[in-house]
């Protein structure tokens, strides 16, 4: 498809109905789940599609980390609400060579990461074609006792942002193995209740994904190079070179599926990781050096 994801979203989010003509949805289009009222309480929805050579690779990697990935995915969106994983449904179109022993393969990576959420796969739909493979995932969710499904729209000026982990240069390994934060996730939810304003997962990178929460949000944000520094990845280190520098590869790379949070002050969650990296203002999004300079940041990160 040519043109802009984000406007094809965008377009989405007006033609589609939303809360305000279907009042059985209280979040729809542009946060990392929808979210239905029930007579017996909300449910939260989510779907993600995998598909070879753009977030895997069939020739370098292997099947179970395949299908670990395709899983953890949707857990990740969760996470980013504060929500119990529940039920899967997967649905595969597998290539034409595509033997049962890899198909199995495939699905074993698959089951263990939802056992091991407590999550089941209850279903889906099976297919075969002459092209290589794509994997769709859709997931329901409820929300923990007590805890409120989290938006990434309540950000207000003022407040803390911080990040659960270290960012950038997924590629070198980290989109395969990362670890879905459903577990963090309450914890931050449980400890900060109302000062826990907005929340939401780094899957196309911080640059993009501030600038969806701040526009979700109506603020701006200004990120600080020096504190964002003590999140830059490793790999991300192994990454720079002298086209792009570690900094911008945490800023920019995506798939690390860490939370990015903002609270209302500084956040102390025991036995979770909290970084700062900025904070939360009226309007625009910015960068300050460590040298003090400030400048404007256009968002940018991972865009199909």
Not at 147 to 161: H, N, Q, T
Not at 242 to 265: I, V
Not at 290 to 302: F, H, K, L, M, S
Request: glycine share 10%; charged share 20%.
């Amino acid at each position: 498809m040519a043109g802009d994801e984000l406007e094809f979203v965008e377009w989405l989010r007006t033609e589609l109905p939303g809360p305000a003509q279907y009042p059985e949805m209280t979040l729809g289009i542009g946060d990392d789940m929808a979210t239905l009222a029930t007579s017996s309480g909300s449910v939260c929805l989510s779907c993600d599609m995998l598909l070879d050579g753009v977030h895997f690779d069939t020739t370098k990697h292997e099947l179970p980390q395949i299908g670990r990935k395709a899983i953890a995915c949707s857990l990740s969106d969760c996470a980013a609400m504060a929500v119990r994983p529940v039920a899967v449904l997967v649905s595969v179109a597998l290539p034409s060579e595509f033997t049962l022993v890899e198909a199995k393969a495939l699905f074993g990576g698959m089951r263990r990461i939802a056992a091991a959420y407590d999550t089941v796969i209850v279903g889906g739909d099976t297919t075969r074609w002459a092209h290589r493979l794509a994997i769709d995932v859709a997931i329901t969710a409820v929300p923990f006792s007590g805890i409120a499904p989290v938006s990434r729209s309540g950000a207000r000026p003022g407040d803390a942002l911080h990040v659960t982990g270290p960012l950038g240069g997924s590629l070198l390994g980290h989109h395969l193995s990362f670890t879905p934060r459903v577990h963090e996730a309450r914890k931050i939810a449980e400890t900060l209740g109302a000062d826990l304003h907005a929340m939401m997962d780094l899957s196309d990178g911080l640059s993009l994904d501030l600038w969806r929460m701040c526009r979700a949000s109506h603020t701006g944000a200004i990120l600080n190079e020096s504190q964002i520094d003590a999140v830059v990845s490793d790999d991300a280190r192994r990454c720079a070179d002298d086209n792009r520098n570690a900094l911008s590869h945490a800023l920019e790379d995506g798939e690390d599926f860490e939370l990015l949070l903002a609270t209302a002050g500084e956040a102390e969650v025991p036995g979770v990781e909290l970084y700062r990296v900025g904070v939360v203002t009226q309007e625009g999004l910015r960068l300050r050096h460590a040298d003090g300079r400030t400048e404007t940041i256009t968002p940018t990160g991972y865009i199909h």
